[in-house]
């Protein structure tokens, strides 16, 4: 585990609080890092697109003719219309206002009723605005930067670590998917009540789980629970423990769980976390993968789309145990969930300052430094900015 520098103090209570402080976010994180998509099987063929979020930004990813992604600002270039709310799939991109038709790659075809424009169409110049995409071992990701590095280089090291539970063998489990958030209300995508950071900060510690989650401490061996802070992610792994728990539901977990195809026999007892600056995170167990992202929905209220994978090849005794480990996870997360909504009431408290880390809750420190420097010159007043 690494050791807290003084530099790593937690963030100041309006940084979860201040509207202004998530106008800034929007423009110095959201718009600048990558953010999660999806997965490839959610654009199985050619023409297939869903819409993914980068803070309060759309972005259409498309699969081209050729098999290759492209990403989109999800804006129509007439007169601004919202190109795709759901996914689809279609030869090419339709506007549903006037029908301007753009290529798959974002070139203009053409607008309905071409001679009725002053001058001709400058289609080379009216094209879709680009964003970026790219694709990790099978999970799809976009940038509003089109400039950015590149997220290899951000997730440099991690492919020893993880990559061999992702890839583009994994099928989701269930109806969730990434892409609900286009369509959150329809689509029942998870809301809870704080600051999108506070969810973060409580993913990336286990200081909690002894007291938080009973079910887990039975389940985990808290005392080798580690947190290990990169530069662009921080990577946690929880052994699981030997002993059997004193809760059914948590025993047969225990007696089903087995690798999926291209674990290794020891990943059966541990499970492993990620998360990738700023808010994307990746649930790694033997026998399925979440993965999720923590999406604004103003100052003091998230977002969680999400999916579930698992290897397509994994074995009835797999999805068993995936099926009573998702019934165990359920609550995890609703205990989550009211833990970082009474950490968003009490930030509100006038006076209130945090008081310092706990060496478990280091990648917090590494969160909150990574925002601080993200944010510059826009942080907080009373945290040196303007
Ligand atoms: S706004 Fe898209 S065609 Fe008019
Ligand atoms: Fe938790």
């Known amino acids: ?49 869903i819409v993914a979020r980068a803070g309060d930004q759309e972005v259409l990813v498309v699969r081209d003719e050729d098999g290759e992604l492209h990403a989109h600002r999800n804006v129509c270039r007439h007169r601004g219309a919202r190109l795709v709310a759901a996914p689809e799939q279609h030869a090419a991109i339709r506007c549903p206002y006037h029908g301007w038709t753009y290529r798959l790659d974002g070139r203009l075809i053409g607008a309905p009723e071409g001679r009725r424009f002053a001058a001709p169409l400058d289609k080379p110049n009216l094209g879709l605005l680009p964003a970026r995409v790219e694709v990790w071992h099978g999970l799809v990701f976009v940038n509003l930067d089109t400039r ?83 530069e662009g992610y921080a ?59 923590m999406v604004p929905d103003g100052v003091g209220r998230t977002l969680l789309p999400g999916a579930i994978y698992r290897h397509r090849d994994a074995g009835l005794r797999t999805r068993l145990a995936q099926a009573v480990g998702q019934r165990v996870n359920r609550l995890v997360t609703d205990e989550d969930d009211d833990i970082v909504s009474r950490v968003q009431a009490g930030l509100r408290t006038p ?36």
């Open 351 to 386: 006076g209130f300052t945090p008081g310092p880390l706990s060496e478990r809750e280091a990648a917090i420190g590494w969160f909150a430094d990574r925002i601080r420097t993200d944010l510059g010159i826009d942080a907080p007043a009373e945290d040196g900015g303007r």
């Open 1 to 49: 585990m690494e050791s807290i520098t003084a530099a790593s103090r937690p963030l100041l209570p309006a940084y979860y609080t201040d509207p202004a402080v998530l106008a800034a976010e929007q423009r110095r994180v959201f718009a600048r890092t990558w953010q999660l998509a999806g997965h490839v099987s959610d654009l199985p063929e050619p023409g297939s697109r």
């Open 148 to 230: 950015a590095a590149p997220l290899a280089d951000q997730l440099y090291g991690l492919d020893r670590l993880v990559g061999r539970y992702l890839g583009d063998r994994l099928v989701p489990v269930g109806r969730s998917r990434m892409h609900d958030i286009a369509d959150p209300a329809g689509t029942g995508v998870v809301g809870t009540e704080a600051n999108w950071k506070v969810a973060v900060d409580n993913y990336l510690e286990g200081y909690h789980v002894p007291v938080a989650h009973p079910g887990l401490m039975r389940l985990l061996d808290y005392q080798n629970y580690t947190a290990e802070p990169s």
């Open 235 to 293: 990577y946690f792994e929880a052994p699981l423990r030997e002993t059997r728990s004193a809760n059914r539901l948590e025993r047969l977990y225990q007696r089903l769980v087995s690798p999926m195809p291209g674990l290794l026999p020891e990943d059966r007892d541990v499970w492993r976390y990620v998360a990738i600056y700023p808010n994307t995170m990746i649930d790694l167990s033997a026998d399925c993968v979440g993965v999720w992202s």
